[in-house]
């Protein structure tokens, strides 16, 4: 079962401009985790946002978190050609015995 | 330079050979994972350990054994038995196990079973 799962799959966006992935959860979480992954890499963590936060920010990235609508969004501000990669959240949940759990990732490209 | 490193990096291999892929880490960290990554989709869980000497299995662990005889090291077996071995595998390790730790990952390892 997917516990969360990304939107869109694929974005393609101009250099510049902003990039907004959603992610979608079902079941309370400890904490939501951003990632990305460059083509044939490992994962790099972006931000952990707590259950009891709802935003929170690291230089060009703001991920807010709606607890109620179990969902979180990734904003990438002023998109460089190098932000190109996929981006995964990942829920620490007590009924996944707080174990990440992946989603299925949204594909960015910013085209320069 | 502190890390996780995994070798090799591409590794090819016969069906019906067992092969081992390798994970160190010199984080100190406590916890160690491994995920199979295919094409298009998340991470799954394999296996993970919290504490040397221990692991417990993962989402899709059938086909796989691991071992954590040190800290900085878990590596991972895929046996015969793993009927679709074939993908990419990433180690990964936090300071510990359980809420609120972020995961620190290696640059993975592409196997091919032919």
């Known amino acids: 079962s997917q516990q969360g799962e990304e939107d869109p799959q694929a974005l393609s966006i101009q250099e510049g401009e902003n990039a907004t992935m959603n992610c979608s959860y079902k079941t309370s979480i400890n904490n939501l985790q951003w990632y990305r992954q460059n083509s044939g890499r490992g994962l790099v963590h972006l931000i952990l946002?707590?259950?009891?936060?709802r935003e929170k920010h690291s230089g060009r990235l703001r991920v807010t978190l709606d607890t109620s609508k179990k969902s979180s969004s990734l904003l990438i501000t002023a998109s460089r050609a190098a932000d190109t990669a996929s981006y995964f959240c990942a829920t620490d949940a007590v009924e996944y015995g707080n174990k990440l759990v992946f989603g299925a990732g949204t594909i960015l490209r910013v085209k320069s | 330079d502190g890390g996780i490193t995994q070798s090799p990096k591409y590794l090819f291999r016969k069906e019906g050979q067992n092969v081992t892929l390798s994970c160190e880490q010199n984080l100190n960290h406590d916890a160690m994972y491994w995920y199979r990554q295919d094409p298009g989709q998340g991470l799954r869980l394999i296996y993970y350990?919290?504490?040397?000497?221990?692991?417990q299995k993962g989402d899709i662990a059938e086909g796989y054994s691991v071992s954590r005889e040190k800290k900085e090291s878990f590596p991972l077996t895929v046996t015969s038995a793993q009927k679709n071995p074939t993908a990419f595998y990433l180690c990964?390790?936090?300071?510990?196990?359980?809420?609120?730790?972020?995961?620190?990952f290696g640059p993975g390892t592409r196997l091919t079973v032919t």
């Open positions: 350990s919290q504490i040397v000497n221990d692991f």
């Open positions: 946002i707590r259950s009891n936060e």
């Open positions: 990964a390790s936090s300071i510990a196990s359980g809420r609120n730790y972020e995961q620190y």
